[in-house]
């Protein structure tokens, strides 16, 4: 696959790339630093490669991958996505040298991902199954971290300890990692390597059920869904012949919940008098969330007036009425009607393969 350094600065040189710098030993795990000092390394992170035109020689490579592996796809549900989301249903570069760590974490929202080391040196992996990321998450607690936006690297003494299996292995030039739903993993850099990945979900009832679970944990902790899975689901509805009957019941349920709030939550406001001002949704517009509490706002938008920079933002009910300001102060949008949604609710059905 055609990414190095030089092919970027060649073909790119606009290109931004975030640098990320880190302290510690820039080694790897098996050498010890002699004189006992931390030494600070950088190395580049998230380079965006969604652009097709600019990056077409090397997504074209890409395209040689099976199906089920591919960025877009009918068997990838993150495909239904209807705007980019950097690195989940757009590839990602990452640029590493010796000793650069990706620390511990699951997938956004436990979606798969795809990893491709394009070389020339290798990576090492550590995962541990699914089902043992409440004992990471235990650690973390036990040590103050956040398990979703902190930062860590588990002990693996400590894993050995608990009886939790790690998954342990070096990832060379040219080999792919699938990682599954839900593994949680933390890789680092043995020598200088470039890496590309992005997020797949199959489209079946056990992606879905751990989305959703992920989706609604995000919400209980104020921390962003990076899939903003209502707006999905109901994409999935529209477009996807769903043969999957877990998926299928998963989906009817969160769809029927979905609307049935839309049309309580309309009705309350036309009772309080408060003027609800249809907007509609533009081609590839990203999916809403709340500036305060960061879950994902669907169909019904209250728009703030402008901040210090001159911006609209969003909120969610909830948090429109604990502001200072009265609710009848705010815009009201209205993006999608109750008809619409019921066509769609109406049309989804369980196919036979």
């Not at 511990?104 to 290798?122: M, R, Y």
């Not at 969160?254 to 533009?282: A, N, P």
């Not at 102060?329 to 036979?352: A, M, R, S, Y």
Request: aromatic share 10%.
């Amino acid at each position: 696959m055609l990414i190095t350094r030089s092919s970027i600065i060649t073909q790119t040189p606009q290109v931004l790339i975030q640098v990320m710098y880190q302290q510690g030993s820039c080694t790897s795990h098996k050498s010890n630093d002699p004189e006992g000092q931390s030494k600070v390394i950088k190395f580049a992170t998230n380079g965006d490669l969604s652009d097709e035109i600019k990056w077409a020689v090397q997504l074209a490579e890409l395209q040689k991958l099976p199906e089920f592996m591919k960025v877009a796809s009918e068997m990838n549900m993150l495909s239904y996505i209807d705007h980019t989301i950097s690195g989940v249903n757009s590839v990602q570069l990452y640029m590493k040298v010796a000793g650069c760590r990706t620390p511990g974490h699951q997938e956004n929202n436990n979606f798969c991902s795809v990893n491709l080391n394009v070389g020339p040196e290798d990576t090492e992996w550590f995962a541990v199954p699914n089902r043992y990321w409440g004992v990471l998450n235990s650690f973390c607690s036990k040590y103050k971290i956040d398990f979703l936006s902190g930062t860590w690297w588990p002990v693996l003494d400590d894993l050995e300890k608990e009886g939790v299996p790690v998954y342990r292995f070096l990832q060379r030039r040219g080999d792919l990692v699938w990682v599954n739903p839900g593994t949680p993993h933390w890789v680092q850099a043995t020598g200088i390597c470039n890496n590309v990945s992005w997020n797949v979900g199959p489209v079946t009832g056990h992606q879905y059920r751990m989305a959703m679970e992920r989706y609604e944990w995000c919400k209980m902790r104020c921390v962003k869904s990076i899939v903003p899975m209502i707006h999905l689901s109901w994409n999935i509805a529209r477009f996807v012949r769903v043969t999957d009957a877990i998926l299928f019941a998963q989906l009817k349920e969160c769809l029927t919940r979905s609307l049935l709030f839309c049309e309580y939550q309309m009705k309350r406001l036309k009772d309080e008098g408060i003027v609800i001002s249809w907007h509609g949704r533009s081609d590839r517009e990203p999916a809403h969330y709340c500036t305060v509490c960061q879950v994902e706002v669907f169909n019904i938008l209250f728009v703030s007036s402008k901040n210090s920079k001159g911006e609209h933002y969003v909120l969610c009910e909830q948090c429109t009425r604990a502001t200072d300001i009265s609710i009848h102060e705010h815009k009201v949008l209205n993006q999608f009607t109750i008809e619409e949604l019921k066509v769609v609710l109406n049309g989804l059905d369980l196919h036979c393969i």
